[in-house]
Nanobody, 111 residues
Framework: VQLVESGGGMVQPGGSLRLSCAASGFRFSTYDMSWVRQAPGKGPEWISSIATGSPTTWYANSVKGRFTISRDNAKSTLYLQMNNLKPEDTAVYYC?????WGQGTQVTVSS
């Protein structure tokens, strides 16, 4: 049972990245999924969640209108499209379901 994030990197302010989270070992389609980030020196911050079926989504105010969460149940994969990135988006991004966490992927926004 695991979650594996990918797609992080360094980008300039205003740029975009797409994160992926590949799930395995459990019935991905039956679980709500979330993205959580942790910036240097700060606690974890929930940023977005998506429900199982006809997907309902939720966003933190800090990312609303810039980030889009989605899922492909056939591929057991969760995504986070991040647009108009800001330096304050710099963090390690984790995907999460219940008590299962990935290893995280680093996103750095800097000029």
């Amino acid at each position: 049972v695991q979650l594996v994030e990918s797609g992080g990197g360094m980008v300039q302010p205003g740029g975009s990245l797409r994160l992926s989270c590949a799930a395995s070992g459990f019935r991905f389609s039956t679980y709500d999924m979330s993205w959580v980030r942790q910036a240097p020196g700060k606690g974890p911050e929930w940023i977005s969640s998506i429900a199982t079926g006809s997907p309902t989504t939720w966003y933190a105010n800090s990312v609303k209108g810039r980030f889009t969460i989605s899922r492909d149940n056939a591929k057991s994969t969760l995504y986070l499209q991040m647009n108009n990135l800001k330096p304050e988006d710099t963090a390690v991004y984790y995907c999460n379901s219940a008590d299962l966490w990935g290893q995280g992927t680093q996103v750095t926004v800097s000029s």
